[in-house]
């Protein structure tokens, strides 16, 4: 976004088809070194499960700066990313450690600068899934009904209210999600590296169609998906850039049919973050070793 006289206006990359080249079965370590690079616009969604921690530890390990994260509902990872001076902008629906409180982290970021300044940008959730929809299709924003009540029209420049030009209707538009990276945890990959999500999908198909580059890490590869439930999703292959083997790579989140919620570890979670020097010694012990 840049201020023209005092205006907000929403800086629009123009659209072209995106080409990610061949997709590559590659180690966490080499897929995270080619696809996210320092500066980028990065999402690491899933919604309650499928969490992609094992590929945001590695994205800390590499040590990126100056990131734009982006996700609809950033929990733990996202408060280890920004308490780790990755980020330097948040975009986001919610921010939590769910069941439990704050985000200790992102609030000394936000509130005092540490380890450095986070600028952040809120939205609805509806209005996060709509923006992701319009990248995918190569829209500059999408139209919806939304915000009618709401005060983030008062802190958030880029929602705007347009009229329809068919029906008078007044429209809300906000600008379109397209990410540098995207990054996925999901079920399964086959050998030809199509992927399979099952469970609470959320905005994963979305997201990973919006972006530029995309990397899905996997419980395990399989020679065919089998039976799967009715709301699978499959990513085909010529959408990614990247499919990772790693198995527990949504932990402490879950992944539907693998392994349950660490529910322990987001209570500890609160005690271990609320400081900061307890946070770094965690986080060289079990994160950066």
Same mark, same amino acid.
């Given at each position: 976004m840049v201020l023209t006289g005092g205006r907000a206006v929403c800086e629009y990359r123009p659209y072209r088809r995106y080409s990610?080249?061949?997709m590559e079965f590659l180690s966490l370590q080499n897929a995270i070194s080619k696809n996210v690079m320092d500066g980028d616009q990065v999402a690491l969604e899933g919604f309650t499960h499928l969490i992609p921690f094992a590929a945001g530890h590695e994205i800390i390990r590499q040590g990126r700066r100056d990131l734009t994260l982006i996700r609809m509902t950033p929990d733990l990872l996202y408060d280890q990313m920004i308490g780790m001076g990755l980020a330097r902008k948040l975009v986001f629906s919610?921010?939590?450690?769910?069941?439990?409180?704050?985000?200790?982290?992102?609030?000394?970021?936000?509130?005092?600068?540490?380890?450095?300044?986070?600028?952040?940008?809120?939205? %609805?959730?509806?209005?996060?899934?709509?923006?992701?929809?319009?990248?995918?299709?190569?829209?500059p924003c999408p139209f919806f009904r939304g915000y009618r009540g709401s005060d983030l029209p008062s802190v958030n420049p880029d929602i705007r209210f347009v009229q329809c030009p068919f029906s008078g209707e007044e429209l809300t538009c906000i600008p379109s999600l397209r990410p540098d990276v995207t990054i996925v945890h999901a079920q399964?990959?086959?050998?030809?590296?199509?992927?399979?999500?099952?469970?609470?999908?959320?905005?994963?198909?979305?997201?990973?169609?919006?972006?530029?580059?995309?990397?899905?890490t996997v419980e395990e590869i399989v020679d065919d998906f089998?039976?799967? %439930?009715?709301?699978?999703v499959i990513l085909p292959e010529w959408t990614l850039s990247a499919v990772v083997l790693a198995p527990n790579g949504a932990h402490?989140?879950?992944?539907?049919?693998?392994?349950?919620r660490d529910n322990a570890f987001y209570i500890a979670w609160d005690d271990i973050a609320r400081e900061r020097e307890k946070f770094q010694e965690w986080m060289r012990e079990n994160v950066l070793r």
């Open positions: 990610r080249g061949s919610w921010g939590g450690n769910p069941g439990v409180g704050s985000l200790h982290r992102f609030r000394d970021a936000v509130e005092r600068g540490w380890p450095q300044p986070l600028e952040i940008v809120e939205h %609805s959730h509806a209005a996060m899934a709509n923006a992701y929809d319009a990248g995918a299709a190569g829209l399964k990959a086959d050998r030809a590296g199509n992927v399979l999500i099952e469970g609470i999908i959320g905005v994963q198909k979305e997201a990973v169609l919006a972006a530029r580059r995309a990397v899905v089998g039976p799967r %439930s009715s709301n699978a402490p989140s879950y992944a539907h049919g693998y392994y349950a």
